[in-house]
């Protein structure tokens, strides 16, 4: 089955870190470029980093830039994401998200089903 | 960055309504637009990327429009399943972002 699984939220207090992982399976992960994408609690949705599929490139939101780290093993078919300095406002469920590009356009095409980080004190 | 602006933000419709959903960006973003739809406890999925490509498995009731600054995202004929909210997505610039969402409601 194709599918991706986060892991790794949790309760941190303010201040604090918390690395998440993202299992991919039934695809050639290697091959893809790969996003984190947040959802406060009943707010909508905001893309968070991005990272190619050989990690040549990297970007980051301007709300985590500095503080959030995207990482990837295509060895063990991960996605990773290290969040430090966390504050209140980073509190949503965090999705790994696959990116397809069909005419050149690049769009969110596998999601997973989230993992809650919780920032609270 | 590139800031994308929905409207309306909330709509309230009934079955068999026509429904059009704007996305306005504040520079052009070519055809590099993408639309999600999002039911209440479930994760996103593509609707249309490309501005107007129908994501496969997708009902042909949806469709899209537009690039360069002004995209728009229309129901032919509102089913009950499709109550749900509604993102644009640009993937144009190295950083992407999101439309703040368009809740589609029943009237």
């Known amino acids: 089955e194709v599918q991706l699984v986060e892991s790794g939220g949790g309760l941190v207090k303010p201040g604090g870190s918390l690395r998440l992982s993202c299992a991919a399976s039934g695809f050639s992960f290697s091959s893809y470029s790969m996003n984190w994408v947040r959802q406060a609690p009943g707010k909508g949705l905001e893309w968070v980093s991005y990272i190619t599929s050989s990690s040549s490139y990297i970007y980051y939101a301007d709300s985590v830039r500095g503080r959030f780290t995207i990482s990837r093993d295509n060895a063990k078919n991960s996605l990773y994401l290290q969040m430090n300095s966390l504050r209140a406002e980073d509190t949503a469920v965090y999705y790994c998200?696959?990116?397809?590009?069909?005419?050149?356009?690049?769009?969110?095409?596998?999601w997973g089903r989230g993992t809650l980080v919780t920032v609270s004190s | 960055d590139t800031q994308l602006t929905q409207s309306p933000s909330s709509l309230s419709a009934s079955v068999g309504d026509r429904v059009t959903i704007t996305c306005r960006a504040s520079?052009?973003?070519?055809?590099?637009l993408n639309w999600y739809q999002q039911k209440p406890g479930k994760v996103p999925q593509v609707l249309i990327y490309a501005a107007s490509r129908l994501q496969s498995g997708v009902p042909s009731r949806f469709s899209g429009s537009g690039s360069g600054t002004e995209f728009t995202l229309t129901i032919s004929s509102l089913e009950p399943e499709d109550f749900a909210t509604y993102y644009c997505?640009?993937?144009?610039?190295?950083?992407?972002?999101f439309g703040q969402g368009t809740k589609l409601e029943i009237k």
């Open positions: 520079q052009s973003i070519k055809n590099f």
């Open positions: 998200v696959r990116e397809v590009v069909l005419l050149a356009a690049p769009d969110f095409d596998l």
């Open positions: 997505q640009q993937s144009y610039s190295t950083l992407y972002t």
